[in-house]
């Protein structure tokens, strides 16, 4: 983390420097000498920043790097904020003189405290080099920074128990046993590798050993090795370590020269032993594919029938070393509630029920072990020592489990193995990550958001070829591949849409997060606070009036759940004083008119009042030179001032509302009316809901935006329809494409000569005269949504060869009496909705067509007269649902009502019915119990399923 600090300060100073700033001479000097300072020790704290918890006197070090690197950032934020205000054009005659004397004057001003304060840093920074060279002698670095984590031994250490566990003491391993056992006797004789994947407490290691111990496994195999490669691991003491075990299993003599071989003859000598022979082999902990390179090649590729087993936090790991075997990969889950609770038990009360009267306060427990079968043994263990009498001990190890981690020498086991995954990030994952610890406990995370956070603060770095988002999307995608957070919402592309993070995996991040004062939250009771706020997490409340004079040096604010007045007014007086902020997320705060602090907060990149009672924006916006994300999806603001053209560095521009009601109105988001030049926001990416209106010149307009990958558009109107397919003809990098006309128009888009190649959700919603077929060319295309199309032919013919498509939906999009799935097509659908099909009498799925269908929504098909024939072979189906469909439709579903259509739709997991009736929805699921749920209120926006606004 101090790496990353460094990293940060270095390209701001680096960017000061070579966009020649006028710097007085000497200052300039003192900036170069901090520069390179910065520079030199960052390749060493490469390795100490990871090795400061075991070491009190390193550790002040590396605090003392972080804290000079936050005070050079400050001093150029201030510095560019100071240049910003006294800067600007200054009127002729003698009063335009004297306005550029004060100029002159407040500029030369500016320039030396900026030179007191560097070389106060400059100071600071040549007593912080001695212990620099200090400490690089200590711990002896080389060059290339090899991973030299102290506490590395300690924590394989801990995780070596998990080969001692007894069988009797699990709960959850039999099927994974089973089908692990099975992926290992049986199959074909090529050598294959099989890769068991999860996060770190899972019970990999465990459930392997048990799996190698297996009667049957070790009656299969000819020789049996066990390799511990962990994160520190030496090519040359795993070779050698892997010859001991084999030589030793088979009482053979080791070789006499095996300690001066050197690799390439350990390689040899292991795959000259493993000719012809039936092998299975564990290489556990294996942290990298380098890794895996490192070994792979001295296993014989022989039609001996032998294995790998491998485990690992980390799934590209594990698909790359499965794949070139075509092997196996077990991703691990963790225990079902049922399983969990056996478990806790089990440890806890040694077996007997849990007492009454703990039952709630051990749930909750359980609850944030999240099945994580370490950290149930783990807690149990702890709570096995407790008198079960005295519940206010119990009650203290559920508030308190962040500091319990922090100082029960019983958890120290757990806390040292989860936090290898931190550990071995990458130095620009880190900070990327303990972000995440802005967010309360179990919050949906939405990655649109959270990626342009990052972006803002500056932790995403450019890359050749990509764009920051990029970039950021692919920090995403390896937290979600290391295990460190939990997919919970898919897009349609497959990519994640919402995660959340482990709540063991949280309170690690959040003590880390208080030792670096990297996030400050507001949740804690009697917290202390540190001396310099740089991130605020504001969870429910705002009252401490005192905490005003920690926010200077604030680059984010963040708010959730914040809804009393008395906090909207201290968050309102707090802004004032934030003037070096990045990022500010006010969503949900009830604030009826924009608060004029944030137009002081010329550093501010990311602003969200998205859910606020706003309705109106300032003309003054325009100070807000550097936004790029503005965020004001649910306000009540449909018309923006002429100053947000100002803005020429925004990307994301995101302003509408949506219209309550239990299905969509056609009209179902209120947009804004475009303002006249707005082709001129070269930069945006991000573009919803603009209204068309006549006259206006905005569609014309739209060609000038060629960066935007969404873009959407209401209110059009048949005439506009040629212009608009001719801006839209160049916006090639256009990912998603929203139209919709005013009621009872046609949407006339058969003009578009050239549709965006990569283009991957399209939402009609209009009279379409015919299909447009230009859809045919989409080759990228992964969802299609036609509302109010009226189409008289079947639109799947059009649909039925693209390659990737995966949802489909329909409403009030097609008149005739029968949609047909043909043999072999659409062979990627996962979703397919159809709604109010007032003519559609019958679906037919033909043999071998939507074979990975996973979920089916009808509604409102008043005269369909069954399911969907075919619907019975669709073996990947896991849900059904039907909204307000007829009575007798319904009855035909029930084997108790000898329902003839049921045989159709019994081997499917869950099949619901569902009416909107007295402002609310009554759902019904479909097993012969008649069990009814309600949800929703009268007004609320309650749609049929959330994937229909999954895209907005």
């Given amino acids: 983390m101090a790496e990353c600090a460094v990293v940060f300060v270095l390209d701001k100073l680096t960017t000061l420097l070579d966009e020649k700033v006028n710097l007085i001479k000497d200052v300039k000097k003192e900036v170069e000498y901090v520069r390179d300072e910065l520079e030199r020790m ?169 799996v190698f111990d297996d ?40 070789p006499q ?61 594990a698909s790359t070393c499965t794949v070139e075997t075509d092997g196996y990969v077990y991703k691990l889950s963790p225990l079902s509630d049922e399983e969990s609770w056996t478990l806790f038990c089990h440890r806890a009360f040694q077996g007997k029920s849990c007492p009454t009267h703990l039952d709630e306060i051990c749930k909750n427990i359980l609850r944030r072990c999240g099945g994580l079968p370490l950290a149930i043994v783990a807690i149990s263990g702890v709570l096995s020592t407790k008198k079960d009498t005295n519940i206010d001990e119990w009650k203290m190890l559920n508030y308190s489990l962040g500091s319990e981690l922090e100082g029960n020498d019983q958890l120290e086991s757990m806390r040292s193995i989860l936090l290898l995954s931190f550990n071995y990030l990458p130095y620009y994952l880190k900070p990327c990550f303990m972000y995440l610890s802005c967010y309360p406990e179990d919050h949906l995370i939405e990655h649109n958001t959270l990626i342009r956070q990052w972006i803002a603060e500056g932790f995403v770095r450019q890359k050749e070829g990509s764009t920051l988002e990029e970039v950021a999307q692919g920090y995403l995608n390896e937290l979600v591949n290391r295990s460190l957070i939990r997919p919970l919402k898919m897009n349609d592309d497959g990519s994640v849409k919402e995660s959340c993070i482990h709540d063991l995996y949280r309170e690690i991040i959040l003590s880390k997060s208080r030792d ?99 309705k109106k924006l300032p003309g003054s916006i325009k100070n807000l030179q550097k936004l790029e994300m503005l965020d004001l999806k649910g306000t009540y603001i449909t018309e923006l001032p002429v100053g947000i053209l100002k803005l020429q560095n925004l990307c994301h521009l995101l302003v509408y509302h949506q219209v309550p009601g239990s299905y969509m109105a056609y009209n179902y988001a209120n947009g804004f009316k475009a303002l006249k030049g707005i082709g001129n926001l070269k930069f945006l990416k991000k573009l919803s809901f603009i209204e068309a209106y006549p006259g206006s010149h905005i569609l014309k307009e739209i060609a000038m935006l060629t960066e935007l990958k969404r873009l959407s558009i209401s209110m059009l109107r048949t005439e506009d329809c040629v212009v608009l397919c001719s801006s839209i003809d160049k916006l090639i990098k256009l990912s998603s ?59 799947l013919e059009y649909l ?58 009808i509604q409102r098909c008043n005269i369909l007269e069954s399911v969907p024939e075919g619907i019975e072979r669709l073996t990947y189906l896991k849900v059904v649902e039907f909204f307000d469909m007829p009575e007798e439709f319904i009855v035909s579903l029930y084997p108790e009502t000898c329902g003839c259509e049921y045989w159709r739709i019994a081997h499917i997991p869950q099949v619901y019915h569902t009416y909107w009736r007295n402002g609310c929805w009554e759902v019904h699921v479909l097993d012969g119990n008649q069990t009814n749920f309600k949800f929703g209120k009268p007004g609320a926006a309650i749609f049929r399923t959330q994937e229909q606004r999954n895209w907005l």
């Fill in 257 to 317: 020269d095996l300690s001066s071989m050197n690799v390439n003859k350990l390689k040899a000598t292991i795959k000259e032993f493993l000719r012809q022979r039936r092998y299975v082999i564990v290489f556990d902990d294996v942290w990298s594919i380098q890794a895996w390179e490192a070994i792979k090649y001295v296993l014989p590729y022989e039609n001996q029938g032998s294995r790998v087993i491998l485990t690992t936090r980390i799934m590209d790991v």
């Fill in 516 to 614: 670096q004062n990297f996030v400050t939250t507001t949740t804690e009771q009697n917290m202390t606070w540190p001396k310099r706020v740089r991130r605020l997490s504001v969870h429910g409340a705002f009252e401490k009036a005192d905490i005003i004079k920690y926010g200077a040096r604030l680059c984010s604010f963040l708010s959730f759940g914040v809804k009393d007045s008395q906090s909207v007014l201290s968050i309102l007086q707090y802004l004032k004083i934030c003037r070096m902020l990045k990022v500010l997320n006010l969503r949900g705060v009830f604030l009826e008119r924009f608060p004029e602090a944030i137009l002081e907060l010329f550093h501010l990149k990311s602003l969200c009042l998205r859910n606020t009672w706003i």
């Fill in 737 to 795: 494409l929203s139209l919709s006309t005013v009621e009872g128009d046609v949407l006339d888009i058969q003009y578009l000569s050239s549709p965006p190649p990569f283009l991957q959700r399209l939402y009609l919603t209009g009279c379409l005269a015919k299909f447009p077929l230009w859809i045919q060319s989409l080759r990228s295309l992964v969802k299609v949504y036609f509302r109010w199309s009226k189409l008289s032919d079947d639109p």
């Fill in 42 to 210: 960052a390749a060493f704290l490469r390795v100490a920043d990871d090795a400061d918890d075991s070491d009190p006197e390193l550790k002040v070090w590396v605090k003392q790097i972080r804290d000079v690197a936050y005070e050079t950032e400050d001093i150029i934020d201030e510095f560019i904020l100071q240049l910003y205000y006294t800067n600007g054009s200054c009127p002729v005659g003698f009063c335009g003189f004297l306005d550029k004397l004060i100029f002159c004057v407040k500029n030369l001003k500016t320039h030396y405290e900026v030179s007191s304060e560097i070389h106060n840093i400059k100071s600071r920074m040549t007593d912080i080099a001695v212990r620099h060279r200090r400490y690089c002698y200590k711990f002896n670095v080389p060059n290339q920074g090899s991973c030299l984590l102290s506490g590395g031994s300690s924590s394989h250490d801990h995780r070596g128990n998990a080969l001692l566990v007894e069988e009797g003491d699990l709960v959850g391993i039999h099927y994974p046993r089973g089908e692990l056992v099975t992926w290992l006797v049986e199959g074909d004789s090529r050598l294959k590798v099989v890769s068991v994947v999860g996060m770190g407490g899972l019970g990999k290691t465990t459930l392997v050993k048990m």
């Fill in 215 to 254: 009667a049957i496994v070790k009656k299969h195999f000819h020789n049996h090795a066990w390799i511990t490669v962990s994160e520190t691991f030496t090519v040359e003491e795993l070779l050698k370590d892997t010859i001991q075990q084999l030589f030793d299993q088979m009482k053979l003599p080791i």
């Fill in 800 to 857: 039925q060869d693209l390659p990737n498509l995966v949802h489909i939906e329909y409403s009030e999009a097609f008149i005739g009496e029968k949609l047909c799935f043909k043999a072999g097509k659409f062979q990627k659908l996962k979703l397919l909705g159809l709604d109010k099909l007032q003519g559609l009498k019958h679906v037919i799925i033909e043999e071998g067509a939507t074979p990975f269908l996973e979920k089916l929504i």
